[in-house]
């Protein structure tokens, strides 16, 4: 039997679920995590074909760092105790850019870690880059400084502390509003270096007119200071290691558990429904999964309130994910594979490749990983895993005929290994052992999603990181209700959603202790 006394359920047990649940447990609280699934994870998970474990979709962790050097990523994950429980592999290097610059002229550049090294590889490439890159990269210091500041210190902004703010944090404040590109262009960094720069956008599917620099330039920065790291057993063994460290908090998990419904009375939330009709009573609930789908299916329509209707339909879909996951009977050696990253474009234009990913046809980006190259030992002696990714910026995938869907999939496997092929002059169609394929519906059908986004909303220039921190109060509709994950301020990426479920569990904590303060003073008033 289930006990109701609980604290905080949180529903999802993706990155963002177990964190809320971990962080919320190692407080003191009574915390249920409900999982539709099996097994936690969401996009943080793997699965096997054959000889071969595929990573669903993991890359690399930037902001790790190591014991002589603390990164934000390490010192979360040391709060969520699981830094040491996971074997982690570094990536060698920061990655390899293929693709066409804005003149039409080739580019094929492999980029090291160390933002030094980094600034001088430019620099090589684009000569009289480097006072401008060192210029910026002090910048994105400054940012990294001033966001730790902001954090950590109830900061009220008015006319007696905005001098000494403007004088500490100027270049924060006067960059907070603008895109990468805006202010690249106001530091003075030439054409072709920014391209280089830039390269990374494609991991977050918001071009660099529209990508806020903070957000982009601070993780930039994070990645090339402390390098980048993978869980040598699949990014699953982090699900697998934040679930057991809840357990040891005395968190209780219930798998193959469907919330249906939210419950709703006196402007409060009061608990969730199984779909089996099992109530479960509880007065603070984080959510990991959409408030499209909580608004839309978990609650009635009249419990809703109008300001978290009208801002959830304003917001749109971030970028859709696609999968090629391939397992080759050849090693990395005889292949000619000698990078674990690639980024294959079109073009450096960003907002052209955008646009371009806008339908099945004319998107030919690529984000493509051999995990080999960082972990030998991933498949078995004599083969490769190779991970090709490329995100959709429109929901293409609907307007496929249900007939077509297979046929549709085949050629999305044709078209990206062939442009791996053109691009690198690496053969591998004919090394393949495995091929399995996961679209926008795949991802959509395991995760629930929405248009199988894996990136929670679109964080453009209204909608990004800082608008999101500034109004993140005003987000809180409903008495008892937080969102944590891709659709937590933060944005998404298994980074920023760690973190954005610790961020939801310490905001609920808070709410909790407002609530026995309440409860405190109206029975001292009695």
């Not at 940012?143 to 006319?159: A, G, Q, V």
């Not at 924060?172 to 956008?201: C, E, H, M, Q």
């Not at 050696?333 to 990253?341: A, H, P, Q, R, V």
């Not at 297979?406 to 050629?411: I, V």
Request: hydrophobic fraction near 35%.
């Amino acid at each position: 039997m289930i006990n109701n006394n609980y604290d905080i359920i949180v529903i999802g047990a993706g990155c963002g679920g177990l964190s809320a649940a971990v962080s919320a447990a190692k407080e003191g609280k009574k915390v249920l995590l409900l999982e539709r699934h099996n097994t936690p994870g969401g996009f943080s998970s793997s699965f096997v074909r054959g000889r071969f474990e595929f990573d669903v979709s993991l890359h690399q962790l930037c902001g790790f760092g190591n014991s002589a050097g603390l990164g934000e990523l390490r010192q979360l994950f040391d709060y969520l105790e699981i830094s040491d429980k996971i074997k982690w592999i570094n990536v060698p290097e920061a990655f390899r850019l293929i693709s066409k610059h804005q003149d039409n002229s080739p580019v094929d550049i492999t980029m090291p870690f160390g933002v030094e090294n980094f600034i001088d590889c430019v620099e090589s490439y684009v000569p009289g880059s480097k006072p401008s890159l060192i210029k910026l990269f002090q910048i994105a210091d400054e940012i990294e400084n001033s966001s730790t500041f902001f954090t950590e210190n109830d900061i009220k902004i008015n006319l007696k502390t905005l001098p000494s703010i403007l004088k500490e944090h100027g270049n924060f404040i006067r960059t907070a509003p603008y895109s990468v590109n805006t202010v690249s262009n106001a530091i003075g960094v030439p054409l072709k270096a920014r391209d280089i720069i830039n390269a990374y956008w494609l991991y977050l599917g918001v071009d660099c007119t529209k990508l806020s620099f903070v957000h982009y330039i601070s993780m930039v920065n994070s990645y090339l200071k402390h390098g980048s790291v993978i869980p040598q057993e699949r990014s699953h063994a982090m699900s697998m290691a934040l679930a057991g460290v809840l357990e040891d908090y005395n968190g209780h998990i219930r798998y193959n558990c469907h919330v249906s419904k939210i419950q709703y009375k006196d402007n409060k939330v009061q608990g969730v429904v199984l779909k089996n009709g099992e109530k479960i009573k509880c007065k603070h609930i984080i959510c990991s999964c959409s408030p499209n789908m909580v608004f839309g299916k978990m609650m009635k329509k009249d419990d809703v309130p109008e300001s978290a209707a009208k801002r959830t339909n304003a917001r749109s879909f971030g970028a859709r994910g696609a999968c090629v996951y391939l397992g080759l009977n050849r090693s990395p050696k005889e292949l000619g594979i000698e990078n674990y990253s690639y980024f294959i474009t079109d073009t450096t234009d960003t907002k052209k490749q955008y646009d371009l990913m806008k339908t099945i046809a004319t998107n030919n980006a690529q984000a493509t990983v051999c995990l080999n190259i960082a972990n030998p030992n991933c498949s078995p002696v004599g083969t490769t895993i190779l991970c090709m990714t490329t995100l959709y910026t429109d929901n293409c995938w609907a307007d496929v005929e249900p007939d077509k869907y297979f046929e549709e999939k085949d050629l999305l496997a044709a078209r990206m290994i062939a442009n791996f092929e053109n691009a690198t002059g690496i053969i591998i169609h004919n090394a393949i052992e495995e091929l399995e394929i996961a679209t926008p519906i795949t991802f959509a059908h395991y995760t629930n999603s929405p248009q199988g986004t894996v990136y929670g909303y679109y964080g453009d220039d209204w909608d990004g990181i800082i608008p999101r921190i500034m109004t993140e109060a005003s987000d809180c509709d409903i008495e008892g209700l937080r969102f944590c994950g891709g659709w937590g301020v933060q944005l998404s990426g298994v980074s920023s959603a760690v973190a954005s479920g610790r961020n939801a569990a310490f905001a609920t904590l808070n709410d909790i202790e407002n609530d026995k303060e309440d409860n405190d003073e109206k029975e001292s008033s009695c």
